[in-house]
C-alpha cells in the first residue's frame, strides 16, 4: 500500500504520546510489564498487527496528532529490542538491579552485538500504510540498555553503550525510510546516573541519531507508576531537578525534542527555559494514577508550560508509557490530553 498524503496537523500544542499503549487482553496478559504474550507463532503475528490498528484507531478517534504504534509488538520496551541482537542471550536470564532501584530479569550480553535484522522497521512501515497522521517510532536508548541488561562481555558501560549506539543508528535510519516522522529515545536512566550523562550519555544518544533528516527526540521520565518508582519519588525531596543538569546539555545537542515529565510531578516548570530553542513534549497526563484527568486539567498544566515554552514549540503528551494501565483508563487520558490542548488552542485563536 502506497503512504496517505499526509493530514494537515494543527501548527500550535500538537499532542502526541511518550509511546506505548496497554494491549488487548487476548494478546498479552493486561496491567503487567514484561507481559508473556496469549499467542503463538502466526496468530502472534496477526494478533500483533491487530493491536497496532486498534492503538492506532483510539489514537485518531481521541486527536492525537502525532501517533505511534503503541508499542504492540514489544514485550518491553528495551529488552525486546535486545533480544533481536547478535551477541545477545536471552534464554538464559540474570536477575540485576535496573535504575538503581529494582531488579528485573534481563538478558545476558555473552559476545559482541550486532544486528543483523531490522527489529521495528516493518512495524512503522505497516503504521505508515495505516495513516495520514505523522507518526513516531520509538527506541531504547544506549544508557537505559546497557542499563538493563547483565554485561559478560564488555564489562564497561561505555563501551557497550557507543556500540548499541551504532546499532541504535542502523534501526533509526531505517525507520525514517519506512516512514517515521518522528524517532524517539527513552532514556530513563538519564534521570539517574547524572555523571554518565554529562561523560558519555549525551554524545551517544547523538551517534544513535546521527544523519536523521526527520526529527529526533529523547524521552526522559521518572518511570512507569510501580511500586519501586513511586517510592523512589519519595525520596527525591520537595523539587526534583534532576532536569537541571541534563537540560543545558541537551539545549547545545542535535537531538530536536525533550520529552519530560510534568503532570504532578515536582519538576520546578521554569527548568523548562533550560531548553530554549527545542521542541517540548510537555507531560501534561499523569501515567502513575488511574485517575483520568479532567480536559481542564490538562490545560492548566499546558498554560503552567507555555510560560517557559512558546506554543508552536510545546507539544502536550504523556508523561510516559502507558502500558501498565488499563484499556479503559489509557482511553480516558488519551481524549483529556487532545481535549486539553483544544482549549488552550481556542484561547490561543487556532
Ligand atoms: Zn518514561
Known amino acids: 500500500m502506497e503512504p496517505r498524503r499526509p493530514r494537515l496537523t494543527p501548527l500550535l500544542l500538537r499532542t502526541t504520546i511518550a509511546g506505548s499503549l496497554p494491549k488487548p487482553a487476548w494478546l498479552a496478559e493486561p496491567k ?33 496528532d502525532i501517533v505511534t504504534d503503541g508499542e504492540q509488538t514489544r514485550r518491553h520496551f528495551v529488552t525486546t529490542f535486545i533480544e533481536n541482537l547478535d551477541g545477545v542471550d536471552f534464554k538464559n536470564k540474570r536477575t540485576v538491579r535496573i535504575r538503581n532501584r529494582y531488579d528485573a530479569d534481563v538478558p545476558v550480553v555473552v559476545g559482541k552485538v550486532a544486528r543483523t535484522q531490522p527489529v521495528y522497521v516493518e512495524d512503522i512501515r505497516f503504521l ?5 497522521r505523522p507518526i513516531k517510532a520509538t527506541l531504547p536508548g544506549p544508557m537505559t540498555m ?9 564489562r564497561s558501560r561505555e563501551k557497550l553503550a557507543r556500540e548499541f549506539a551504532a546499532i541504535l543508528n542502523q534501526e533509526a535510519l531505517e ?26 550519555g549525551i554524545d551517544a544518544l547523538q551517534t544513535a541519531a546521527a544523519g ?36 543545558p546539555l541537551l539545549a547545545r545537542s542535535k537531538i530536536d525534542q525533550i520529552s519530560l515529565e510534568c503532570a504532578n510531578s515536582r519538576v520546578p516548570l521554569e527548568l523548562l527555559e533550560l531548553l530554549k530553542g527545542k521542541d517540548v513534549l510537555v507531560g501534561a497526563v499523569d501515567v502513575a494514577s488511574d485517575v483520568v484527568e479532567g480536559p481542564e486539567q490538562v490545560a492548566a498544566t499546558i ?10 514549540k510545546l507539544y502536550p503528551c504523556t508523561n510516559c508509557g502507558m502500558v501498565p494501565l488499563s484499556r479503559e483508563v489509557a482511553l480516558g487520558k488519551l481524549k483529556a490530553l487532545a481535549a486539553g490542548a483544544a482549549l488552550v488552542r481556542r484561547e490561543l485563536g487556532t
Open 175 to 200: 525507520l525514517e525510510k519506512a516512514g517515521a516522522d518522528v524517532v524517539q529515545f527513552d532514556e530513563p536512566a538519564f534521570n539517574v546516573y547524572m555523571d554518565e550523562v554529562e561523560a558519555w
Open 146 to 154: 546497557v542499563d538493563t541488561l547483565y554485561d559478560n562481555h564488555y
Open 128 to 132: 505508515r500504510s495505516h495513516t495520514d
Open 32 to 64: 503487567a510489564l514484561w507481559a508473556p504474550w496469549r499467542l503463538d507463532a502466526e496468530l502472534l503475528d496477526e494478533g500483533k498487527r491487530d493491536a497496532m490498528r486498534l492503538v492506532l484507531a483510539d489514537q485518531e478517534a481521541a486527536g492525537i
Open 212 to 247: 536523521l533528516g526527520c526529527k529526533s527526540a529523547v524521552h526522559i521520565c521518572y518511570g512507569y507508576g510501580i511500586k519501586a518508582n513511586v517510592d523512589w519519588k519519595r525520596t527525591l525531596g520537595s523539587e526534583w531537578r534532576q532536569y537541571e543538569a541534563t537540560f
Open 303 to 312: 498554560r503552567a508550560a507555555m510560560k517557559f515554552v512558546p506554543p508552536d
